[in-house]
Every structure is written in structure tokens, then in C-alpha cells.
């Protein structure tokens, strides 16, 4: 039967011979440049790279790629993603909360985000998306898996409290993902509120404030008295207007998962931010291990809606499982292929767990000796 040499692979789609070598030690294969696939372990390393293999007609092996090409499109201006971060109980969500005029935190189960919402607003001067984060956890792990979904970070210190743990952490994630942070000192209402001091407990992190010479966006807030929301807002839409985010809407789409659940009756449903392209009802997808073709779709305010353009954060039913937070989300051109490239997945992810499990076994054993 036919086969393919890890180079001629590498080089069919466009990545690194030792791209894909490292793909494959991953998977338990030691490969070198001249080492020749099988066709089965070949779809595996190529799934990873956003590829599919098939053995065409004549017995030779066809690289396709998930998501072809497209000509003819155009970049344009996109709403900035929007993720607000700090510590517990600072006002992340009470902040939200402010700029929608909704109110969110006081539905909550003990006033904390149990999840990740995102919403999309729209201010005078253009579209904003937010995320709420539950804490850093879910961040982290998206980043760790290579999601970048955000453009600019609020981070959230409570004027009576000042810089604590998880503020710390905030900055470190902003700072490693390269993303400007904007701050909003909060509760400037509350009598032991010292504003002063958070400017300088955060200038010790680099975050110098403009009137001090730096470079950092401050916004004194409160969220509870409505106090310098539109002044947040307005400051967010700046720091955007620099950073000219762009996506094309006329692709397929593509996105990230942001949170997905089994839900009673409706089955896997998966809140997604689209980031280039456009999603739309009735397109194949495949989401992390999982594939589908989108039954329907429904915006932050509950609405049905037909189709969710880039930046706007939109869940999806019509899912064959519940994908991780952090999973691409990437729209294909048939069934076919999303569910090839589902099962060739799933296939790898049960190798590797049966990789960690006999590892573990054997560990033990050794344990035991
Ligand atoms: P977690 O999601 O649990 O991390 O908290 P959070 O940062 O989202 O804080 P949340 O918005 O739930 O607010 C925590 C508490 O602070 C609530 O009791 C809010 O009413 C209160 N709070 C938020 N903003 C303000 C403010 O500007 N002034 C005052 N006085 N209280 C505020
Ligand atoms: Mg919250």
C-alpha cells in the first residue's frame, strides 16, 4: 500500500519537516525526514496541522487541507475581544454588569461567575465583545492550548483592596500573551477607596499611569454608583482603534470554543467567539474532537439568529459532543470531512490516553519492585 515520507508530508503542507517530527513523538512515533508513513498514521500528524489525507482513486495519497484557501476576500475592521480579569470579588462582573445595564452578578449562584459568558455591546463608536472569566484557570488553559482570543485585557482592582494575588497573575497572563492592559480601579465609591496607592502598587509592575509619564490607560470606576463606565468604555474603543483589528468576513469561519455544556434537551451546546469569517446555520464543522453542522445559533441576548460574524461570541447547537473551552472551532467545506477529521482525532486521543495509562502501569510496577 501507499505511503508518504515525513519530508514530502511536511512539505505538502507547508510546515516544518521537524514540525512534524515533533507531532510525532507526540504520538509515540520516533520519525525521521526519510521515514516513510502509513497513510493511517500519516492522517493522524496531518489532522494536527488543520490537514486531511485521502487515498484517492489511483492508491496515491491526497493532502487536503481542512479549510482551502479562499480568494477574493477582504480585511476588515472588527469589534476588539475584550477579556476582564482581576481579583476575586474586585467587580469584574458588576463592571459588565455597568456597561450592559443588565444585571448578571445578581443572578449568580453567591455572586461568582460560575462560567464564561461572553456578550457582545454595542457603544456609540462601534461594537465591543466582553469575556468574563471565572478566574485565571480557564485563561490559562486556553492559552496553554495555543487560543488566543483576546485583544485587550480590563484589569479590575478594587480601590479599597489594592493589587492581590490574582491581580498579579492577571498581569503575568496579559504580559505573557502580549496583550495591553487597560486598568479600572474600582469601588471608588467606598470611603477607604485609594486610588493612589493602586497606581503605585501596579506602577511596580510597569503599568505606569499616562499623568506619570507612562503609558497605561487608568479608569477610576464604580460600578455600583455607575461612576466612569463610559469613560472605560470609551478608553477601551482608543486602546482598540490602535491596535486596527482586522478579519475577513467573507471566509468559512473559524473561532474558539469558549465554554460548552450537555444541556438537558438541546444536547452539546458550545458558546463560540467566531475570530475570522463568518458562521453560519447549516455549516459543517469540527470542534476540537468533535464535529457537527450548525442546527442553530443564538446571540448573547437569547436572540435566533442566522449568522454570527468576526468577534461576536454566539452558541452553537448541533454538536456530536461537548468540546473543551480553548478547542478551534473551524468550519469545513462537507460532512465528510468534519467527520473524518473527528475521527481521526478522537482515534489519536484515545491513543494517547492508552499511551499515559500503560506509561502509568508500568511505573507502578517498577514501584512495586
Ligand atoms: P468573582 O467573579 O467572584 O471573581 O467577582 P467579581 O470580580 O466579578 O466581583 P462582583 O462584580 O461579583 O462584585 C463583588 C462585590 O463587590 C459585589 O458585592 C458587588 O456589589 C461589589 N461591588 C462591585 N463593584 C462595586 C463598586 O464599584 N462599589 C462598591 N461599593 N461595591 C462594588
Ligand atoms: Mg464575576
Known amino acids: 500500500f501507499e505511503t508518504i515520507t515525513v519530508g514530502d508530508l511536511a512539505k505538502r503542507m507547508g510546515v516544518k519537516a521537524s514540525e512534524v517530527i515533533a507531532q510525532l513523538m507526540g504520538l509515540g512515533v520516533m520519525a525521521t525526514v526519510n521515514q516513510a508513513l502509513d497513510v493511517d498514521t500519516a492522517t493522524l500528524v496531518a489532522a494536527d496541522f488543520g490537514y486531511e489525507v485521502e487515498q484517492g482513486m489511483t492508491e496515491e495519497i491526497e493532502i487536503m487541507q481542512l479549510q482551502e484557501q479562499e480568494e477574493g476576500g477582504e480585511e476588515q475592521p472588527r469589534p476588539p475581544v475584550v477579556t ?23 443572578g449568580e449562584a453567591g455572586g461568582i461567575t460560575q462560567h464564561i459568558g461572553a456578550y457582545h455591546v454595542q457603544a456609540s463608536s462601534g461594537g465591543v465583545t466582553f469575556v468574563d472569566t471565572p478566574g485565571h484557570a480557564a485563561f490559562t488553559e486556553m492559552r496553554s492550548r495555543g487560543a488566543q482570543v483576546t485583544d485587550i485585557v480590563v484589569l479590575v482592582v478594587a480601590a479599597d483592596d489594592g493589587v492581590m494575588d490574582q ?31 493602586v497606581k503605585r502598587e501596579l506602577g511596580e509592575f510597569g ?23 463610559d ?9 482598540a482603534e490602535i491596535l486596527e483589528l482586522k478579519a475577513d468576513p467573507s ?13 438537558k434537551g438541546r444536547g452539546p451546546v458550545a458558546t463560540v467567539l467566531v475570530q475570522e469569517g463568518t458562521l453560519r446555520v447549516g455549516d459543517y464543522f469540527v470542534a476540537g474532537l468533535y464535529s457537527g453542522k450548525v442546527r442553530s445559533l443564538t446571540n448573547d441576548r437569547g436572540e435566533q439568529v442566522r449568522e454570527a ?42 491513543e494517547t490516553e492508552l499511551a499515559s495509562a500503560s506509561k502509568v ?9
Not at 251 to 263: C, D, F, M, P, S
Not at 361 to 369: V, Y
Open 167 to 197: 491581580t498579579r497573575e492577571a498581569i503575568a497572563h496579559a504580559k505573557a500573551a502580549g496583550v495591553p492592559i487597560v486598568v479600572a480601579v474600582n469601588k471608588i465609591d467606598k470611603d477607604n477607596a485609594d486610588p493612589e496607592r
Open 251 to 263: 471566509r468559512k469561519a473559524r473561532g474558539t470554543v469558549i465554554e460548552a455544556q450537555l444541556h
Open 309 to 350: 460574524g468576526p468577534a461576536m461570541p454566539v452558541e452553537v447547537q448541533g454538536l456530536s459532543g461537548v468540546p473543551s473551552a480553548g478547542d478551534e472551532f473551524v468550519v469545513v467545506k462537507d460532512e465528510k470531512m468534519a467527520k473524518s477529521v473527528s475521527a481521526s482525532r478522537q482515534l489519536k486521543a484515545r
Open 207 to 229: 503599568l505606569i499611569p499616562e499623568e506619570w509619564g507612562g503609558d497605561t490607560i487608568y479608569c477610576e470606576t464604580s460600578a455600583k454608583r455607575n461612576i466612569g463606565i
Open 231 to 239: 469613560e472605560l468604555l470609551e478608553n477601551i474603543q482608543l486602546q
Open 361 to 369: 502501569s508500568l511505573d507502578n510496577l517498577f514501584e512495586k519492585i
Open 84 to 106: 476582564v480579569m482581576g481579583h476575586v470579588d474586585h467587580g469584574k462582573t458588576s463592571i459588565l454588569d455597568a456597561i450592559r445595564k443588565t444585571d448578571v452578578a445578581s
